[in-house]
């Protein structure tokens, strides 16, 4: 009798927490699809804003591509802070309205500067997605904390798949304001659910904890003070550099392969969206393996093979054999930033987790900007093979890392004698 009770009272509890991931998953695809809406089109929107020359053009998009990353990299830790102080919900909600406010503006920008200015905005007001991150991890059971991982990051493919497709045509519909107000209003109603939808189930605030004892600067000590944390941050600046610098180079060597230039845009529109596609496939299927087997083995052979099939490019005939490797890249590449974020997730306490996530993204974004900056600063040097093969060998040397460096230390040989290893 006393077991049917709890089995019964565990439905309630599970109804709650699926309806919960529900929501964070949607808050997550909606920023990711919202930001990949917006990326492809800045180009075009400043030259409508008044962007003279392609000079001027390309410089503005670059600037504003580069804005919302940095100035998320230098709120995250402060946004997580506060949600480990307060309340997980909240910080969700808050970025949520912050993203609505921030793109729903952006239509009615008249300059280039204007639109800078609001993509600085757009970081630093933002950031669902570590605040959608933080929630999960906070309320996800230790044995399901890879599986739940490994969905939300399908949530991050699943947006960058599907917002240039859905951006593209939109935009040929309706225009440019009436798009970004979409967006807005659609991360605002987001909110709305968010705000009335969320229960936080698992909420360890402690008042001496250790994100309120000790200040930033001791926070960043601590969290690089952990070995297996700072050799996976290492390895992830690796991954990210070697992921986003092929972003870079990829139209350019997809224009060397087709036989007519007018179709490489949309033959880079093919590759980005079956890579995107796979890892939306494999992402959970990751997650899972996560929880099951030690995330070192995981990440060593999802980094070799991922960085295998990029050096595999180099060498295709045609164009159409990258869309196999593509995929076969895509298949690799989505285990490797989860891991990265759970093995963070597993060295924090639940009272530190917001802030440590926050500091981690912050450090994971140097990788994000030091790819494309190579690609680009190099390109002049050396062709686009090479630099295919450049981020192809970053990758696969940080899956070398963590598999040499990774290995847990064993006990001395007197622990072991007496606990009978």
């Not at 963070?344 to 974004?365: A, C, E, P």
Request: charged content about 15%; overall charge positive; some cysteine.
């Amino acid at each position: 009798m006393e077991t049917s009770e709890t089995a019964v009272s565990t439905i309630p509890n599970r109804r709650r927490e699926t309806a919960n991931f529900g929501i964070l998953w949607g808050g997550h695809f909606l920023s990711v699809f919202s930001s990949m809406v917006i990326a492809p089109l800045l180009p075009f929107y400043m030259e409508r804003l008044g962007a003279e020359d392609e000079a001027s053009v390309l410089l503005w998009s670059g600037l504003s591509l580069a804005a919302s990353p940095i100035s998320a990299a230098l709120t995250a830790p402060l946004w997580g802070r506060l949600g480990d102080l307060t309340s997980r919900k909240i910080m969700v909600v808050r970025a949520l309205l912050g993203s609505a406010v921030v793109l729903t503006t952006m239509g009615f920008a008249d300059t280039p500067f204007q639109l800078f200015v609001l993509r600085l905005f757009q970081g630093a007001l933002g950031g669902v997605v570590d605040a959608v991150s933080a929630y999960a991890a906070s309320e996800a059971k230790p044995q399901e904390q890879g599986r739940v991982r490994g969905k939300l990051e399908g949530a991050i493919a699943a947006g960058s798949m599907l917002g240039p497709l859905v951006g593209g045509l939109l935009l040929s519909v309706i225009g440019y304001q009436p798009l970004f107000t979409l967006l807005g209003v659609s991360l605002g109603l987001w909110t709305a659910v968010s705000f009335f939808g969320l229960r936080e189930t698992r909420r360890e605030r402690a008042s001496g904890s250790a994100v309120s004892s000790f200040g930033m600067g001791r926070q960043w000590i601590l969290l690089l003070g952990d070995r297996k944390v700072r050799l996976f941050l290492l390895a992830g600046i690796m991954a990210n550099f070697g992921i986003y610098g092929l972003l870079t180079v990829l139209p350019v060597y997809v224009k060397q392969l087709v036989e007519e230039p007018s179709h490489t845009a949309v033959w880079v529109g093919v590759l980005q969206a079956v890579n995107w596609a796979s890892v939306w496939i494999a992402s959970s299927w990751w997650g899972k393996r996560n929880d099951r087997h030690p995330i070192r083995l995981n990440y060593a052979a999802a980094s070799i093979l991922c960085g295998l099939a990029i050096l595999m490019q180099t060498m295709a005939p045609s164009i159409a054999w990258l869309i196999p490797l593509r995929i076969l890249q895509g298949l690799a590449s989505s285990a490797l930033l989860q891991s990265v974020f759970l093995t963070v997730t597993r060295s924090s306490s639940v009272d530190q987790l917001g802030f440590r996530m926050g500091l981690s993204r912050s450090i994971l974004f140097t990788g994000q900007i030091m790819g494309p900056m190579a690609s680009g600063t190099l390109s002049s040097l050396v062709g686009a093979s090479k630099l295919f093969a450049l981020h192809g060998l970053a990758i696969i040397l940080s899956g070398v890392l963590v598999w040499v460096f990774g290995k847990p230390k064993e006990a001395p040989k007197w622990l072991r004698q007496e606990s009978g290893f």
